[in-house]
């Protein structure tokens, strides 16, 4: 998986691109912890995503809470399998996706 960030002010994207699983998802979730210090707004691009695991899905409802606390986060091109995950795990309810 490759993970790219683009961090303008207090905003972070993140792009993932390959597939979020157990191996790849510390990966994701050391990269969040590095880079949120002062973020109040984070988002992720998953146009390039092709697969995302229970492990992947965990990390985002991690970043998730923490960034109720702080600002908003929103998950971006979001293509048909990854949402089909989404709906099926009530992430939909939970994320906010564009």
Request: charge should be negative; proline fraction near 1%; include cysteine.
């Amino acid at each position: 998986m490759n993970i790219s960030t683009d961090k303008k002010g207090n905003a972070l994207t993140i792009a993932l691109e390959g597939r979020l699983d157990t191996t790849t998802s510390p990966e994701l979730e050391a990269c969040i912890e590095e880079n949120l210090s002062d973020v109040t707004e984070l988002t992720f691009d998953m146009k390039e995503l092709e697969y995302i695991s229970s492990a992947g899905l965990r990390v985002l409802l991690s970043a998730q809470k923490k960034m109720s606390k702080v600002g908003h986060m929103e998950v971006i091109n979001v293509n048909e399998t990854i949402m089909e995950v989404f709906e099926v795990t009530g992430f939909v309810d939970i994320l906010d996706i564009k």
